[in-house]
């Protein structure tokens, strides 16, 4: 089995900044796609960032040049860097990756049980 822990949230003013962390663990052979989702109150989940296994990045367009996604592959680890925060920011951030648990088996999609995120005056 595979767990996804996140950590780093909180409450943050405007234009103030947090880091995420999600560390991956339990059986784990290869590790693909590394990601962050967020999901506002009455809206649907939403890509926010994605990090390849070869580097490739994919950011949402709200969070360009606000946000910077990160892997530290030796540690199964993401980041997301959150810097000027605004108040649509503001969501429960879930942490996702594609894990190949053994050699035998195919890869497949976890999800972490999500860290408030809060930007507010």
């Known amino acids: 089995q595979v767990q996804l822990v996140e950590s780093g949230g909180g409450l943050v003013q405007p234009g103030g900044s947090l880091r995420l962390s999600c560390a991956a663990s339990?059986?784990?052979?290869?590790?693909?796609?590394m990601g962050w989702y967020r999901q506002a109150p009455g809206k649907q989940r939403e890509l926010v960032a994605a990090?390849?296994?070869?580097?490739?990045?994919i950011y949402a367009d709200s969070v360009k040049g606000r946000f910077t996604i990160s892997r530290d592959n030796a540690k199964n680890t993401v980041y997301l860097q959150m810097n000027s925060l605004k108040p649509e920011d503001t969501a429960v951030y879930y942490c996702?990756?594609?894990?190949?648990?053994?050699?035998?088996?195919?890869?497949?999609?976890?999800w972490g049980e999500g860290t408030q995120v809060t930007v507010s005056s």
């Open positions: 339990g059986s784990i052979f290869s590790i693909y796609a």
């Open positions: 990090i390849t296994s070869g580097g490739r990045l």
């Open positions: 996702n990756a594609d894990v190949q648990a053994t050699v035998r088996v195919l890869a497949h999609e976890y």
